[in-house]
């Protein structure tokens, strides 16, 4: 099943504004990692938080990291149209001996110009 | 270039017709996995290889084979058995070693349509 769930399901804003897009999971993680997809194209990874960190930047991009609660938050300031893309958030699970990454079903961002 | 690549972009199957994806990366990656997505849906793990000659059923493998001959390869036979097979398939590898997980890189995407 999956574990990573986002919210909204789906936001529109408009250039220069700041999106937050949010992500719960269920079970106890070692890492949550962001990726954006646009239309069509695969997925590219955004940023990796670790469990012992509460937040973390790169670029534009902040997220934070709340273990007690088992969310962290993705947010995108200062938007560009070029942003417009679904972001997913994922979160390692046992594949047996091994680890996966399980997704959510992502949120769309579409940034108005 | 360093990469992951997937082919076809785009590919058609008759009812009844098993299909082969490919999918190679020179990231000297030791993990690949293989997702499918569905309009408006998230990623679902078909199959995962951790390292060559060997490979995992991930959360929808029914219907799906797969083979780890080389560590730069990784191809996905769509067989007849899948009743649903319309969906955007990505490819995807990682360093691997078996410990948590790590960064994924991911191809461009085959897009499966089944006439």
């Known amino acids: 099943s999956q574990q990573g769930e986002e919210d909204p399901q789906a936001l529109s804003i408009q250039e220069g504004e700041n999106a937050t897009m949010n992500c719960s999971y269920k079970?106890?993680?070692?890492?949550l990692q962001w990726y954006r997809q646009n239309s069509g194209r695969g997925l590219v990874h955004l940023i990796l938080i670790r469990s012992n960190e509460r937040e973390k930047h790169s670029g534009r991009l902040r997220v934070t990291l709340d273990t007690s609660k088992k969310s962290s938050s993705l947010l995108i300031t200062a938007s560009r149209a070029a942003d417009t893309a679904s972001y997913f958030c994922a979160n390692p699970n046992r594949g047996g001996s091994n680890y996966k990454l399980t997704f959510g079903k992502g949120t769309l961002l579409t940034v108005n110009p | 270039d360093g990469g992951i690549t997937q082919s076809p972009k785009y590919l058609f199957r008759k009812e009844g017709q098993n299909v082969t994806l490919s999918c190679e990366q020179n990231l000297n990656h030791d993990a690949m996995y293989w997702y499918r997505q569905d309009p408006g849906q998230g990623l679902r793990l078909i199959y995962y290889s951790q390292i060559v000659n060997d490979f995992q059923k991930g959360d929808i493998a029914e219907g799906y084979s797969v083979s780890r001959e080389k560590k730069e390869s990784f191809p996905l036979t769509v067989t007849s058995a899948q009743k649903n097979p319309t969906a955007f398939y990505l490819c995807a590898s990682s360093i691997g070693g078996g410990g948590a997980a790590d960064t994924q890189y991911f191809g461009p995407g085959t897009r499966l349509t089944v006439l």
């Open positions: 079970t106890s993680i070692n890492n």
